[in-house]
């Protein structure tokens, strides 16, 4: 079974601070994916990953970046957090088959709180 | 650009209702269609998907969904619903060419007991 681990599962921290979370997948999955949810508005994508060292941004890039160093982690950054980027953080991974989207694994998800 | 729309934002229902959760998707080409639930607390999971072939899907718990291409719907279904249903459901889309999953905003559903 697909294992997505998400470093926090609560996590609080004040504006201006610089934030990471942290992703690991067990599967040996190529993409990975970093979502924000919140009420009313379902999941926005921030970036992806396809590969080690590659990542695109989704539709909501601003005031984060990532790190994909290995396969299995993918790290999301908070340059400078504020308080509108507290949110529950999601992280995902699909295998890659060409041709053919594969169903996505969620981590338990990382509640953020930005004082 | 491609869009996701989920009508009901809230639905509650008895225990033994039928169940019909609409899902809209707004791009006209192949496309590969997912429902997925997160229950109460926990993580997202999928619960039943389409790429090809038979447009009626059966996925867990009893559920299914139709895919209708005329329509660009993807309507998901459960005849007889139960209180362990509660969740937030999730209707996502993506296009073949472009990796790039696009959610629906997600309908909450409550069941009676």
């Known amino acids: 079974d697909v294992k997505v681990t998400q470093s926090s599962r609560y996590l609080v921290k004040r504006t201006g601070e610089k934030v990471f979370l942290e992703c690991v997948q067990d599967?040996?999955?190529?993409?990975m994916f970093w979502y924000r949810q919140d009420p009313g508005l379902g999941l926005r994508l921030i970036y992806f990953?396809?590969?080690?060292?590659?990542?695109e941004k989704g539709d909501i890039p601003e005031g984060y970046s990532v790190s994909r160093e290995k396969k299995e982690r993918f790290s999301l950054i908070l340059e400078s957090a504020s308080t509108n980027q507290t949110s529950m953080y999601l992280c995902?991974?699909?295998?890659?088959?060409?041709?053919?989207?594969?169903?996505?694994?969620f981590g338990d998800g990382t509640r953020l709180s930005i004082l | 650009a491609q869009s996701v729309s989920q009508h009901n934002h809230h639905v509650i229902l008895s225990e033994a209702a039928s169940l019909e959760l609409g899902c809209n998707y707004s791009?006209?080409?192949?496309?590969?269609l997912f429902w997925y639930v997160q229950y109460p607390g926990q993580h997202l999971q999928l619960l039943l998907k389409?790429?090809?072939?038979?447009?009626l899907v059966k996925g867990i718990k009893g559920f299914e969904a139709e895919f209708i291409k005329s329509k660009f719907s993807f309507n998901l279904r459960k005849p007889s619903v139960q209180w362990s249903d509660t969740a937030e459901y999730f209707c996502?889309?993506?296009?073949?060419?472009?990796?790039?999953?696009?959610f629906g905003k997600g309908t909450r559903l409550h069941i009676l007991p």
């Open positions: 995902a991974s699909s295998l890659y088959v060409q041709g053919a989207d594969q169903p996505q694994h």
């Open positions: 990953s396809y590969d080690v060292k590659m990542k």
């Open positions: 791009y006209g080409g192949t496309v590969n």
């Open positions: 996502a889309v993506v296009r073949n060419r472009d990796d790039k999953i696009i």
């Open positions: 389409y790429f090809s072939g038979d447009p």
């Open positions: 599967m040996d999955h190529e993409n």
